[in-house]
């Protein structure tokens, strides 16, 4: 089914005869539209995508569902000559600003706006398969850029450095950018779950954490390896085998029908026992499209049941203040019988000498 015709099953279901879509990665679902300007309008018959004079040859293009509308800077003036009679509107309540909601309330005044929350991130969570092959694509430029990148990191370096290796190796090898801003964190930085990297140089008998991705076409890779520099001390190899041991067991356990909570708890129970339950302080994962996080998540109130095309991060991690951190991430998809690792970096503890 086309994503406009589950849109509209969606509408009739919910009871509204438009929806107005603002947000630029629910935009680039509906319409295949990947400039910075425009929103949609979806009735039960027609659909108008919104923009203005740098875009329209543009939306013409990528938009081939939509009637493509040079709204100028008059989007909600335009938006009301083609909404005559539309009695509820949905709407992204949680991405419209309170000044274009006050727009659109009185552009139209005789219409009544509904937010339905998760209405379009619901449709997005189930991925088609030419999504999963774009994400399949992603995971791959940043396993091949792990690749390179992992033999090369040397003792002395800057984290910053490690970062833009990556990201050079990625877009080199395809990506049109990173994901997000990389996280790589060194010593007691790897106890930062979100330490981005520094002018900080890596030394030895310290951790390091590196978290990042690429994005193709769109769509968004998510991962993480921590390594080590100089060879492991107990300690550290102690929190390396339990944080792998949880990734390994929740991707033993992933399967349709599963409740991201579910999915929490086998990676939560691993490291409560073995003593480190204070210290895994966030969730195990989140979905991954053409935004990093979106819906489900795998939380610990996460109610969702995961299903097939759903993918999904695994990124359990103990995080010890004043001394260091290890996550390890991979993104996984949800199939019929279990799931399949997309991720193809290795993961047995590396040491970099
Ligand atoms: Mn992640």
């Known amino acids: 089914?086309?994503?406009?015709?589950?849109?509209?099953?969606?509408?009739?279901?919910?009871?509204?005869?438009?929806?107005?879509?603002?947000?630029?990665?629910?935009?680039?679902?509906?319409?295949?539209?990947?400039?910075?300007?425009?929103?949609?309008?979806?009735?039960?018959?027609?659909?108008?995508?919104?923009?203005?004079?740098?875009?329209?040859?543009?939306?013409?293009?990528?938009?081939?569902?939509?009637?493509?509308?040079?709204?100028?800077?008059?989007?909600?003036?335009?938006?009301?000559?083609?909404?005559?009679?539309?009695?509820?509107?949905?709407?992204?309540?949680?991405?419209?600003?309170?000044?274009?909601?006050?727009?659109?309330?009185?552009?139209?005044?005789?219409?009544?706006?509904?937010?339905?929350?998760?209405?379009?991130?619901?449709?997005?969570?189930?991925?088609?398969?030419?999504?999963?092959?774009?994400?399949?694509?992603?995971?791959?430029?940043?396993?091949?850029?792990?690749?390179?990148?992992?033999?090369?990191?040397?003792?002395?370096?800057?984290?910053?450095?490690?970062?833009?290796?990556?990201?050079?190796?990625?877009?080199?090898?395809?990506?049109?950018?990173?994901?997000?801003?990389?996280?790589?964190?060194?010593?007691?930085?790897?106890?930062?779950?979100?330490?981005?990297?520094s002018s900080k140089l890596i030394q030895k008998g310290e951790f390091l954490t590196v978290d990042f991705g690429a994005v193709y076409q769109g769509y968004c890779s998510d991962i993480t390896r921590t390594l080590v520099l100089g060879e492991p001390d107990e300690r550290q190899k102690e929190i390396y085998e339990i944080v792998l041991a949880a990734n390994q067991a929740v991707i033993d356990t992933l399967q349709p029908g599963l409740k991201g909570r579910e999915a929490d708890a086998v990676a939560r129970n691993l490291i409560c026992k073995a003593g480190y339950g204070e210290f895994f302080g966030h969730g195990l994962g989140h979905a991954v499209g053409l935004s990093v996080h979106e819906k489900p998540s795998l939380n610990q109130s996460e109610e969702t049941l995961l299903e097939p095309g759903m993918v999904v991060t695994v990124e359990p991690g103990i995080y010890i203040p004043d001394w260091g951190g290890v996550r390890i991430e991979d993104m996984v998809m949800i199939t019929e019988e279990g799931c399949e690792v997309l991720t193809n970096s290795p993961k047995s503890l590396k040491v970099i000498n």
């Not at 709204?71 to 509107?89: D, H, Y």
């Not at 991405?95 to 219409?111: E, G, I, K, V």
């Open 1 to 197: 089914m086309s994503r406009l015709k589950k849109l509209r099953k969606r509408m009739l279901s919910e009871g509204i005869d438009a929806y107005y879509s603002m947000a630029p990665e629910n935009r680039r679902y509906l319409s295949g539209f990947t400039g910075s300007t425009a929103s949609l309008l979806i009735l039960a018959q027609e659909a108008y995508l919104l923009t203005d004079f740098r875009y329209i040859e543009q939306a013409k293009q990528e938009a081939e569902n939509f009637t493509v509308i040079n709204a100028g800077n008059e989007i909600f003036t335009a938006l009301a000559q083609v909404s005559a009679g539309i009695k509820r509107l949905g709407f992204e309540g949680d991405y419209l600003n309170f000044l274009d909601y006050s727009r659109l309330r009185d552009a139209l005044p005789q219409t009544e706006l509904v937010y339905l929350p998760h209405f379009i991130t619901d449709l997005r969570s189930r991925k088609d398969p030419m999504e999963i092959s774009l994400l399949r694509r992603a995971v791959d430029i940043a396993d091949q850029a792990w690749g390179h990148i992992s033999d090369s990191i040397r003792i002395g370096q800057k984290e910053e450095d490690i970062a833009l290796d990556l990201e050079f190796t990625m877009r080199r090898a395809g990506a049109s950018g990173a994901a997000f801003d990389f996280i790589v964190a060194s010593g007691k930085r790897s106890a930062l779950p979100h330490g981005r990297a």
